[in-house]
Every structure is written in C-alpha cells, then in structure tokens.
C-alpha cells in the first residue's frame, strides 16, 4: 500500500486549500483513512478522520473549517481547509487504518500506511 499526499503550500490566513491523498495497492472502502498534522518541534496529532462507511471525525481545533471526504472511483481522500489560521501551518499527512469496516480512531499507532507529508504554510 502506498500513499501519496500533495496538494500543500503557502497561503495567506483566511485562505483556503485542498489536500489530496492517492491510494494504490489497495481500494480502500473498507478501510477508515485519517489526516493529521505536525508542526516544528510538536507532536503529530490528529485533524480528521472519515471510516469506511462514511462518517467524519474532526479534531475540536478545525470543525467547521476542514472537510474530509472521498472519492472512490479514483481512491482518493481529500481535505478541504478553509478558513486557514496561522496556527494551522505544519506538515499533513494521511493514513490508512489496515481493518476492513474500521472506524476512525484519534490515536496515530493504529494507523498501518503512511504518506509522505505535504507542507501547509499559513502566513499573515
């Protein structure tokens, strides 16, 4: 399984950006697919979450501005980022829990696959 995040950059707070994250070596409707995020000198944690049957999980800090949702016929999982805030710059990454019919769960050691991260920087 590999997955491929792009879709990061530079943007100015109040902005918007839609991240991508392309699965191959496996259809992942079966599986829960997760974004998080890791700025300089902090720790990964968690933004948003969609489980194989649909559902969305978003972490308190971006509810109402962030949208995950995905796109079977091209297995792709995308992030819609709006309202950016300065404190929204880091690295995102996505992630693929390996259970079929999984949920979303907040915790970054019961996802399988990672991406490569793609840079989002939000500036004033």
């Known amino acids: 399984v590999q997955l491929q995040a792009f879709g990061g950059g530079l943007v100015q707070a109040g902005g918007s950006l839609r991240l991508s994250c392309a699965a191959s070596?496996?259809?992942?409707?079966?599986?829960?697919m997760g974004w998080f995020r890791q700025a300089p000198g902090k720790e990964r944690e968690f933004v948003a979450g969609?489980?194989?049957?649909?559902?969305?999980v978003y972490a308190d800090s971006v509810k109402g501005r962030f949208t995950i949702s995905r796109d079977s016929a091209v297995n792709t999982v995308y992030l819609q980022m709006n309202s950016l805030k300065l404190e929204d710059t880091a690295a995102y990454y996505c992630a693929l829990r390996d259970l079929r019919y999984s949920s979303v769960v907040l915790t970054l050691g019961s996802y399988d696959y990672w991406g490569q991260g793609t840079q989002v920087t939000v500036s004033s």
């Open positions: 969609i489980s194989w049957s649909g559902i969305t």
């Open positions: 070596g496996r259809t992942f409707n079966w599986y829960a």
